[in-house]
């Protein structure tokens, strides 16, 4: 058997193919801004969130090609909220994925466009691939229905607002779930559940679905949390100590480093709970819990 990572990249170069087919066409738009989408939607991401999508369409039965649409315009809206992370107004980094940050490349106009270029341009790559077959219809737009409420004010950006007013506040427990559960959380809960619903999941496989895609979620954060104290920058391809920069408050800081390194342990062994009430071959998202769990960057 292949190790993980080894399988994971190569669905990494896959998911890079895809998202370049997207590009494959002419655009009526001066292309600084077409240039300025691709640099930071190739600028070497993980793929995680369309990867878990077709992944969990997978192994419940469903054609993964079913799904692919979805799984772009995923990415795209993540690689779109990290531009305007970035922004001088949010976290005014100069870095990420090792290269400099789009502002600093295009400036901050063009950042801006850029991300709101892509958060649109997902809505129609997504909007473009709903199945004329009617037996598949209903489920891909189920999908792609969760996928917009997850990306809005119910779900990423609903996080990011909560992560700005955190700013220089020392916040409670029930603020700090509710931040990392919206802004990080939402949309690998959205890569699950999308490729469940085009999978045509059962309650019981949606319930399952669901505890596994929130605990990791919420560890992929406080790994992030973590690293961004442990970690170098180097390796992680971003700056450390942002949110300690920013005034923010984290697992760590809440709740100490220990104390969250168990919490990362409980997650992951919730999520492979989660999975085990699935009669499929969940083998690929096992994998993926203890990737996220267990990560170096």
């Known amino acids: 058997m292949k190790p993980f990572k080894e399988t994971l990249l190569e669905k990494v170069k896959e998911t890079d193919h895809e998202l370049l087919a997207c590009f494959d066409r002419k655009f009526d738009t001066p292309d600084i801004i077409v240039s300025a989408m691709k640099y930071s939607l190739f600028a070497g991401g993980k793929r995680l969130r369309p990867i878990l999508m077709k992944e969990t369409c997978r192994c419940l039965g469903g054609d993964s090609a079913d799904v692919k649409p979805l799984a772009c315009a995923i990415e795209m809206i993540h690689t779109y909220s990290l531009i305007h992370d970035d922004l001088p107004a949010m976290d005014n980094d100069d870095l990420r994925r090792g290269k400099p940050t789009n502002h600093k490349v295009y400036g901050e106009n063009m950042a801006i466009l850029a991300g709101d270029a892509l958060l649109n341009y997902a809505m129609e790559t997504a909007i473009a691939g709903i199945p004329v077959d009617p037996s598949k219809t209903f489920h891909y737009t189920r ?155």
């Open 143 to 297: 999908a792609l229905s969760y996928l917009a409420h997850s990306s809005g004010v119910n779900g990423m950006i609903g996080g990011q607002t909560g992560d700005i007013l955190s700013e220089n506040e020392a916040i409670n427990e029930e603020k700090m779930y509710y931040i990392h559960a919206h802004k990080t959380g939402a949309l690998l809960k959205a890569a699950v559940l999308c490729g469940g619903f085009v999978a045509k999941v059962t309650g019981e496989e949606r319930d399952a679905l669901e505890t596994y895609s929130e605990k990791i979620g919420l560890a992929f954060q406080i790994v992030d949390d973590i690293l961004d104290v442990t970690g170098d920058e180097k390796t992680l391809g971003k700056p450390v100590g942002s949110d300690e920069k920013n005034h923010k408050s984290t697992f760590v800081s809440l709740y100490g480093m220990a104390s969250s390194q168990e919490k990362i342990r409980e997650l992951e062994n919730g999520a492979l709970d989660a999975l085990a009430t699935i009669d499929h071959d969940t083998s690929f998202l096992e994998d993926m819990a203890k990737y996220i769990c267990q990560r170096e960057n």
